[in-house]
């Protein structure tokens, strides 16, 4: 119902806080009404390189929008990697391309006169070294597969507690968050009777769950659903 010419941000992957991406299909269809209703388009990856997926998935998404001439900007936002933030935009043609650089240049430049050059040179540093770069790709599959396990170790307590609900979208969610589905009610009691804290929308933080407490949070969230 969005008037025509709206303007949308959307996530490409691991979407930021459901863990819930569209699928190919979905895209398409996404694509398609963006087109026809005229609509600005900015796509963004928050923290992609721990969710550890291809970056042909990572690319599927502008892939659909820029094959039907989407005017589409890439915001490339990697707070949680290097703690610095970039910005592409896509054009149609050199024309508008100029136009676009030149309103950004307008934007960028009353923002700083003499930006530090240590952060550039941190990354250039590393993804420029074969073996940096090689150690530092590994670090950060380490971290996204620590998360994927816990992922997979809290849905496996719940189930051996024997609770009567569905957890598959503990596994089936990607990223940093896992909505959980509890009610505020039952995100209070966890608050009020385990000491454990989230958003009372059921938000887990995955970064926040351990080999050392999987079992702690597993049996609380049972306690507080297995009536429902």
């Known amino acids: 119902n969005a008037p025509n010419g709206s303007f ?30 005229g609509h600005f388009l900015s796509l963004t990856w928050h923290i992609k390189v721990l969710l550890v997926v291809t970056r042909r998935e990572m690319r599927k998404p502008s892939g659909f929008f820029l094959r039907m001439a989407i005017y ?8 949680k990697i290097w703690d610095f933030m970039a910005r592409d935009v896509l054009c149609e043609d050199q024309k508008q391309a100029v136009a676009v650089k030149s309103q950004l240049q307008m934007l960028a430049r009353p923002m700083y006169s003499n930006p ?23 670090e950060v599959k380490g971290m996204a597969d620590r998360i994927i396990g816990m992922r997979t170790a809290l849905r496996e307590n719940l189930e051996k507690l024997g609770s009567p609900l569905s957890w598959e979208h503990i596994t089936n969610q990607i990223g940093m ?17 385990f000491h454990i804290y989230m958003t009372r929308n059921g938000r887990i933080s995955m970064a926040g769950v351990t080999t050392g407490n999987v079992g702690y949070l597993a049996n609380a969230i049972h306690e507080v659903t297995k009536s429902a």
């Open 116 to 138: 530090p050059v240590h952060g550039a040179l941190i990354v250039s540093t590393i993804l420029g070294d074969p073996d940096l770069k090689k150690l530092w790709l590994k």
């Open 72 to 79: 589409l900007e890439l915001p490339n936002h990697m707070p």
């Open 8 to 37: 949308f941000l959307l996530h490409a992957c691991a979407h930021n806080p459901t863990g819930v991406d569209p699928s190919e299909e979905q895209w398409k269809e996404i694509s398609k009404k963006i087109k026809e209703k």
């Open 177 to 193: 968050f896992c909505y959980s589905g509890m009610t505020p009610e039952q995100v209070d009691r966890l608050t009020n009777e």
